[in-house]
């Protein structure tokens, strides 16, 4: 686990503290930023998570799918999981806390927004770091690849039905021609560049080179993408988040309860099912996780930088490293 990874949420701190700081220092300035959309996406944005999203995608081998047929039970559960409970027990969680539990601190619009973040934070399916959970928890390589695989062909056809499902369950109008372009051009783009790129990389230089000297080269610039996101993000709520820091942590709750939940649910399910751990940890730990980039990305198409439901996905990013790291450390311990 390379020390962006390990340190994920003190990157993430920093630039909560820097776009805060930009943002009460340089002011109405910077606001500019936010005016340069096209189809209500903003170009900057959509840039930086392109670029956040891409080193992502051109890793996954889609001949994978091949070797689907030897891991069904487990792949079973991976999508009953991702497609039919998370999204689902997500905007549960969300709304018991936000419109019930914590009604006194928050008002009902910004329940909704918070409640909007954390769904599409629970649609999302984690693509990447969990290939870190399951080395880090001994998992079957194999199985990990083949799910993450499938998980994000399937993100291009249930990504959509089900946001729409669930955020008009909040009474919030869902533009559906932001929601389709934030899809084609937060997936469908980076996957089909990342797969195009894969291929000719390892046709041309070999499977060698691709993976010892081209992904540690694209590493950083996922890296910088993510932070200079997310300080773009403060910079905009910065007035927000010094008026309300107490919101941070009402939004953490719940999206914490919800992953630990979800990894529960799945552990035990799966070993109900008998599933080898070598499957069960991995299966357990896409489900836990998210797919932060692409909810963040979304949420800023949706609803716009400044938007509650903006910074509930970047709560969801604060939380996620050590969140994931304690379920590790419990998935090893609880190894059988």
């Known amino acids: 686990m390379g020390i962006f990874e ?5 990157w993430v701190t920093l630039c909560i503290a ?15 930023i936010s005016s340069w959309k096209i189809s209500s996406v903003n170009i900057p944005v959509a ?3 392109w670029l956040m999203i891409y080193p992502m995608m051109v890793q996954i081998d889609f001949s994978s799918i091949s070797q689907i047929s030897k891991n069904l039970k487990g792949l079973g559960i991976t999508l009953l999981v991702n497609w039919l409970i998370k999204p689902f027990t997500m905007a549960f969680f969300a709304w018991i806390f936000f419109t019930k539990i914590f009604d006194a601190y928050i008002s009902s619009e910004t329940a909704e927004q918070y409640i909007a973040g954390a769904i599409l934070l629970g649609a999302a399916p984690c693509t990447a770091m969990v290939f870190v959970w399951s ?16 998980n994000d062909l399937i993100i291009l056809i249930a990504f959509i039905p089900v946001v729409k499902l669930l955020l008009g369950v909040t009474h919030l109008t869902i533009p ?13 783009i980076p996957l089909l560049s990342g797969y195009a790129s894969y291929r000719y990389l390892i046709k041309r230089k070999g499977e060698a080179w691709f993976r010892n000297r081209f992904l540690p080269a694209l590493k950083p610039v996922s890296m910088v993408a993510l932070l ?11 007035n927000k988040i010094l008026e309300k820091p107490f919101d941070i942590f009402l939004i953490a709750v719940p999206l914490t ?13 799966g070993k109900k099912l008998q599933l080898p751990y070598a499957i069960c940890a991995p299966a357990s730990m896409i489900g ?18 400044q938007s509650g439901a903006s910074l509930a996905t970047v709560v969801g990013v604060l939380i996620e490293v050590p969140v994931m790291l304690s379920l590790v450390q419990i998935a090893n311990q609880w190894k059988y």
């Open 6 to 10: 390990r340190y994920l949420t003190v």
């Open 18 to 32: 820097i776009g805060v700081l930009l943002g009460n220092v340089v002011g109405e300035s910077i606001q500019a």
């Open 47 to 49: 840039i930086l998570v």
């Open 135 to 150: 080395y880090l928890s001994k998992g079957d390589a194999n199985y990990t690849l083949v799910q993450v695989s499938v």
């Open 176 to 188: 559906y021609d932001v929601l389709v372009a934030s899809v084609v051009i937060f997936v469908l």
């Open 228 to 238: 200079t996101t997310l300080i773009l993000l403060f910079a905009f709520q910065g």
């Open 257 to 269: 309860l919800q992953t630990y939940f979800i990894f529960f649910f799945t552990w035990f399910l």
């Open 288 to 305: 836990a996780s998210n797919f932060f980039e692409l909810a963040v990305a979304v949420a800023i198409s949706l609803f716009g930088l």
